[in-house]
């Protein structure tokens, strides 16, 4: 199993400010996954980064991939309430479809 | 487009007891997943199927846990005899096999407490 840690763990911030979560591996991914996870939901598919290297963009929030494709990072800018969520990297191996998660980061955004 | 469906959503029951949770993926979806996730942690794959065929059960308990998928369509997870530590939210997921951007699109998940 390829392990990603993400950090921080917790997040409590106010409305406003930014913030940058990450994710790192010692192994390589062919893909790597972002998903938000609401109280209650399953999570829910923010972006998929595939080239080392790559930034996407989401409205407020900037992914990037490193350039060995073993590290990921997720920056919001300007935080709202509605950003609050558990935030879950998840890196899929050049061997098939399967996804290993890291943990999480929650995030809280008080107004 | 329906999403994934689970139920029931909530199930409470003692140890030892038994306990079914069902998956009904996305319609078309080859690949459907299931994932144990405990408070406070990522989701843990348990069992991968694709189409009715099993492609990775290597983190399945498979001393208590067992899982279906008949006619490659819906799913079931038993555990048969429930453990304390069982207490999980249970995930169904579905995909469509497009590599590399697998995306896999999750069902609201069932909340299995165990006292």
């Known amino acids: 199993t390829q392990l990603l840690e993400q950090s921080p763990q917790f997040l409590s911030i106010q409305e406003g400010e930014n913030l940058t979560v990450y994710c790192n591996s010692s192994?390589?991914?062919?893909?790597l996954q972002w998903y938000r996870q609401e109280p209650g939901e399953g999570p829910v598919l923010l972006v998929t980064?595939?080239?080392?290297?790559e930034v996407k963009k989401l409205k407020r929030l900037t992914f990037q991939f490193g350039d060995a494709r073993k590290d990921s990072s997720l920056h919001i800018t300007a935080a709202q309430p509605g950003d609050t969520g558990l935030y879950l990297c998840?890196?899929?191996?050049?061997?098939?479809?399967?996804?290993?998660f890291g943990k999480g980061t929650s995030l809280l955004v008080t107004p | 487009e329906a999403g994934v469906a689970q139920s029931p959503r909530y199930k409470i029951i003692e140890k030892r007891q038994s306990v079914a949770f069902w998956c009904n993926p996305i319609?078309?979806?080859?690949?459907l997943y299931w994932y144990q996730q405990i408070l406070g942690q990522g989701p843990k794959l348990l069992i991968q199927?694709?189409?009715?065929?099993?492609?990775?059960d290597s983190q399945l308990p498979k001393d208590r846990f067992s899982a279906e998928r008949l006619k490659g369509v819906d799913s079931t997870l038993k555990i048969q005899p429930a453990k304390l530590e069982d207490s999980a939210v249970y995930l169904c997921?579905?995909?469509?096999?497009?590599?590399?951007?697998?995306?896999?699109?999750f069902g609201p998940g069932t909340r299995l407490t165990v006292l």
């Open positions: 192994s390589v991914f062919s893909s």
């Open positions: 319609s078309g979806h080859a690949t």
């Open positions: 997921a579905s995909s469509l096999d497009r590599l590399p951007s697998n995306e896999q699109f």
């Open positions: 998840a890196g899929a191996s050049n061997s098939g479809y399967a996804l290993n």
């Open positions: 199927f694709q189409n009715n065929g099993v492609v990775d």
């Open positions: 980064v595939v080239t080392g290297g």
